[in-house]
């Protein structure tokens, strides 16, 4: 069984930075892949950035390139999220994803967190 759970959402202004942590068991870092989605109130859930092991390739939705940073601490069993420059439409509940390979669909992926929310206010 595979656990992950996020922190580090909150509120922020405008134009302001948070870093999401996602925290798991040390197999699911094993040749696995780890994204981040959220889910807008009222809206479905979006993939946001994903991270592929070993070759580190990193993906990203349109809405979040340059402003979002996906990387992983395999010795910490954690990924990260950075986000910059948010705005208010980046308010969602984010959550982390694992699963063995990497899927731009929510139903692509096995293992999911709790979830951390994110209001970013105007």
């Known amino acids: 069984q595979v656990k992950l759970v996020e922190s580090g959402g909150g509120l922020v202004q405008a134009g302001g930075s948070l870093r999401l942590s996602c925290a798991g068991f040390r197999r699911t870092f094993s040749s696995a892949a780890m994204g981040w989605f959220r889910q807008p109130p009222g809206k479905e859930r979006e993939f946001v950035a994903a991270i592929v092991w070993p070759d580190t390739n990193t993906y990203y939705a349109d809405s979040v390139k340059g402003r979002f940073t996906i990387s992983r601490d395999n010795a910490k069993n954690t990924v990260y999220l950075q986000m910059n420059s948010l705005k208010p439409e980046d308010t969602a509940v984010y959550y982390c994803?694992?699963?063995?390979?990497?899927?731009?669909?929510?139903?692509?992926?096995?293992?999911w967190g709790q979830g951390t929310q994110v209001t970013v206010s105007s």
């Open positions: 994803a694992a699963d063995r390979y990497y899927s731009g669909q929510p139903q692509g992926w096995a293992y």
